[in-house]
């Protein structure tokens, strides 16, 4: 089945240093992508939406300059936080939508981002 | 705007027994709603989900739920708990038009106990 790969799985940072994570569409080409963050306890909340070729869609409240988007290619969207801070710490998943063969959503297997 | 609640941020049933988790959802259009799980530090898998046709989905590892329009509705049930069915369970809901955003519920942590 369709399958999204997700790196990296864990990382630890610095305060104030960015962390860039993949997700990468194996076996399908992935034109949209949704990003996810989930605190500890709680739901998803969808952080923004890349589509290839053209520019992210950010939630309201998101910050664009903070939480870099792009879809680099049909394969590839990645997510990078920039100058993170420990209340970025969370866990970040993508989750690409149904599309041609696809009839549902296929998620990542998610990134727990600590930042120290 | 379409939204969704799940009753219960934990539910605690023994082994053997009904598990029920509880979603209502709000859309102004047909949706498409699905029931995910979710263990520590892992992504989502999928149960179930309902589009369109029987009301009635049955999923995977025994689980099934039924799409209520009447009472927007879509509550999971499993006839008998295992350990393993411990885990943190989501409902979402999407529509057509809605760009295939999904909407997730709080989620409900599901405790089995011996």
């Known amino acids: 089945g369709a399958v999204v790969s997700q790196h990296p799985s864990w990382v630890i940072c610095k305060s104030g240093t960015s962390v860039k994570i993949e997700c990468r569409s194996l076996d399908f080409q992935a034109t949209t992508m949704f990003w996810y963050r989930q605190f500890p306890k709680q739901s998803l909340m969808l952080m923004a939406t890349?589509?290839?070729?053209?520019?992210?869609?950010?939630e309201q409240g998101v910050e664009k300059d903070k939480f870099l988007i792009n879809h680099a290619s049909l394969t590839l969207s990645t997510l990078t936080v920039t100058s993170a801070h420990p209340e970025d710490s969370s866990f970040y998943i993508c989750?690409?939508?149904?599309?041609?063969?696809?009839?549902?959503?296929?998620f990542g297997s998610g990134t727990r981002l600590t930042v120290v | 705007a379409q939204s969704v609640t799940q009753l219960g941020s934990h539910v605690s049933v023994s082994e053997g027994a009904l598990v029920l988790l509880r979603c209502n959802y709000s859309?102004?259009?047909?949706?498409?709603l699905f029931w995910y799980v979710q263990y520590p530090n892992q992504g989502l898998q999928l149960l179930l989900k309902?589009?369109?046709?029987?009301?009635l989905v049955k999923g995977i590892n025994g689980f099934e739920a039924e799409f209520k329009k009447s009472e927007t509705s879509f509550h999971l049930t499993k006839p008998s708990a295992h350990m393993s069915d411990a885990a943190e369970y989501f409902c979402a809901v999407s529509f057509t038009g809605g760009g295939n955003k999904l909407t997730f519920g709080t989620g409900t942590q599901l405790k089995v106990e011996l």
């Open positions: 859309s102004s259009v047909p949706p498409y």
């Open positions: 309902y589009t369109t046709g029987a009301t």
């Open positions: 989750s690409a939508p149904p599309g041609q063969l696809r009839d549902g959503y296929t």
């Open positions: 890349s589509n290839e070729g053209s520019k992210a869609t950010y």
